[in-house]
């Protein structure tokens, strides 16, 4: 059942009115936008590099096509997706490809919005602020759509994949990377050890807020399995669900397609 916004919300370990939960998620990435993709390096020791060239594997992009990035944050899966596009043979025989990228966050998008021109892609890239729940986007007219290490910050998940489906065409691809559950006690004991006490403690002493990083491996922790939530986007009305567990399911690639 989709979550109506009266109802309480996760946010981390705490529970909160739902209404309340996206000022306390943008208030989260405003505290550590500056710092965001310096302390993704940091904890996941380069590793969510290689995750994102794994999503970007598995959506080969090409010349022509729009993708709608959500939570895109400072860009790195939109500027990866029109690298790849405008490599291709036949480039240069069509549109270049195209990438709106949407952030609840305004610092978010502010942090990332630099490299555009630095990288030559600020042509191709429009920047929106907006929720993932609501996308200020037309319906139909994304080929891709991509959310990496957002979804679970959102208060209606369910909402956020209806939303997903509208905007695609049909035959549009899906793509979610996002923290998952390590498919191995072993792994998980260590997994949990690693993020519980290094990650806060990164964010204390490289961002000066430990309180971000606590709520961002908390959420990880409330994020529904893998079989569980690839059920929920079943139920969005997608089709071909699949995923792929990555460095043994402490992330997974989720993925399927608007019929």
Known sequence: MTQRKEDDA???FRTVKAGEKAGLVRGVFDNVASHYDVMNDLMSGGVHRIWKTVLLDR???????TLVDVAGGTGDVALGFLKRA???RSAEEKSP??????DINHEMLKAGAGRDAAEGFANQIARICGDAESLP?????ADAYTIAFGIRNVTDMDAALSEAYRVLKPGGRF???????????GLQKIYDAYSFKVIPWLGEVVANDRASYQYLVESIRKFPGQEAFAARIKK?????VSYENLTGGVAALHMAWRI
């Open 59 to 65: 959506l080969n992009p090409q010349p022509g096509q």
């Open 86 to 88: 405008g490599a291709r």
């Open 97 to 102: 490809a195209r990438a709106i990228i949407c």
């Open 137 to 141: 986007v037309s319906d139909n007219v």
């Open 236 to 240: 969005a009305g997608f089709a071909r």
């Open 10 to 12: 996760s946010f981390g």
């Open 175 to 185: 793509i979610c990377l996002e923290f998952s559950h390590p498919i191995t006690d």
